[in-house]
Every structure is written in structure tokens, then in C-alpha cells.
């Protein structure tokens, strides 16, 4: 079936460090991928997506690639802030059925 | 326009009461998804209602849990003879019909604690 695994966290860095958070997937077809991010207190919110292979998905300075020849989505950013600090989750959608989650990444980013 | 609203926002509740949990959607999005978030469990696939379609219920635990759709706007999900472990935040989500591309947009949840 189809699942997502992340790397566990908690990820901490310091401020204007390099980050990344390694997502792979396993799904049968052609998935659509997602990152969301769950800011303390707040709901969950799409941060970007990629819905074919080699698509590059981009928002508030996060990358991620789909990268279907190792089954990867991973998020990276190149200078983190104490506002990303939150829990990112990676997730897959295939045509017409349901959106899976990853276990969630938690990232703290110390000033 | 108003978002994803889910009530109540904190439940307590005793072993072996039951639970009824109200999720509306935004208004004109035919895909609604109920999850559970446990702490250090992510996020779980409960129940997906697309459209008219028949939902898609394998995520749901036990059969204690059942959730309904009517008119294809509010959902209430259910949890009969409540269990410790159904201790967790329930979050609604709902999208616009391509639902392939278009994002979730997720309620703030209810906060259910069984005591």
C-alpha cells in the first residue's frame, strides 16, 4: 500500500543554518507530493507541492524535488529562521484516493 | 471566507460515554477527511468522503468509530463506548473538487480526552 516515511526529529539548528528533513515514499502510480507545516498553536497548512516527477515545488524560501528514481520528496531550505520552527509533515496523494501523512518532523530553530 | 470550523474545540469525556465530534467543511468543497493526531503518531487516515462517492472508511480503527456526511456539507464523526486510547486531537480537513491538486485545508481540531 502506500505510506511515507520521514526522518524523525526533533531536528534542532541554529539560526541561518542548512536544513533538511528526508521524506520517502512508497505508492503505487503516479503520487502527487506535499509538504505541510503545523506552526505552534495553528492548524495545518500546505507549504508546497509537486505533482510529477522532477516538479520542484518552492515556497518562503523551501525546495523540495520529486524524485521518482529513489522515491524522495525531500524539504530543504538554506538559511532556517526561529519562525520555521515547527512540525513538518510529508505527504502523497494518489489519483482519486486519499492524502497519507508522514510521522511529522518536528524542527526548532535556537536565535 | 470563513475556513475549516470543528466543535467543540476541547472534549472531556468519561470511559465508555460516547462522543459525537462536528466538523464544516468550507463551503463548495466536496472532499472531506477526518484524521487523528496522537502525540509522537502523526497524523492518521481516518475516513475520506469524496463527493456522492461511497467514503473511504479504512482508516477507521474499530468499529466503535462511524462518520456521516449530510448534504454533502457537515460531518460528524462518532466514537461510541470511548477508550482511553482514543485520547487525541481529531482534525478536519477539506478540499475543492480536483482534489489531486487542490490543498487541504485542516480545522483546529478537537481535543479529546477520555478519563
Known amino acids: 500500500g502506500n505510506s511515507v516515511t520521514q526522518m524523525e526529529g526533533p531536528v534542532t539548528l541554529s539560526e541561518e543554518a542548512f536544513l533538511t528533513i528526508n521524506c520517502t515514499y512508497t505508492?503505487?502510480?503516479?503520487?502527487?507530493l506535499f509538504w505541510y507545516v503545523q506552526y505552534p498553536g495553528e492548524g495545518l497548512q500546505l507549504l508546497l507541492k509537486a505533482t510529477k516527477a522532477d516538479d520542484k515545488g518552492s515556497n518562503k524560501g523551501f525546495e523540495a524535488t520529486y524524485r521518482k528514481e529513489t522515491t524522495s520528496f525531500h524539504l530543504e531550505k538554506g538559511s532556517v529562521q526561529v519562525s520555521d520552527s515547527a512540525v513538518y509533515f510529508c505527504?502523497?496523494?494518489?489519483?482519486?484516493?486519499?492524502?497519507?501523512f508522514g510521522q511529522g518532523t518536528e524542527l526548532s530553530v535556537k536565535p | 471566507g470563513a475556513g475549516v470550523s470543528q466543535s467543540p474545540s476541547n472534549k472531556v469525556t468519561e470511559k465508555g460515554k460516547d462522543v459525537e465530534l462536528r466538523c464544516d467543511p468550507i463551503?463548495?468543497?466536496?472532499?472531506l477527511y477526518w484524521y487523528r493526531q496522537s502525540l509522537g503518531q502523526g497524523l492518521e487516515f481516518l475516513i475520506y468522503?469524496?463527493?456522492?462517492?461511497?467514503?473511504?472508511k479504512s482508516g477507521l480503527p474499530s468499529d466503535r468509530f462511524s462518520a456521516e456526511r449530510t448534504g454533502g456539507s457537515v460531518s460528524t464523526l462518532t466514537i461510541q463506548r470511548t477508550q482511553q486510547e482514543d485520547s487525541a486531537v481529531y482534525l478536519c480537513a477539506s478540499s475543492g473538487w480536483d482534489s489531486n491538486n487542490s490543498p487541504l485545508h485542516f480545522g483546529n481540531g478537537t481535543r479529546l480526552t477520555v478519563t
Open positions: 505508492a503505487t502510480g503516479y503520487p502527487s
Open positions: 505527504a502523497l496523494k494518489n489519483q482519486g484516493g486519499k492524502l497519507i
Open positions: 468522503f469524496q463527493g456522492n462517492s461511497a467514503p473511504d
Open positions: 463551503s463548495g468543497h466536496t472532499a
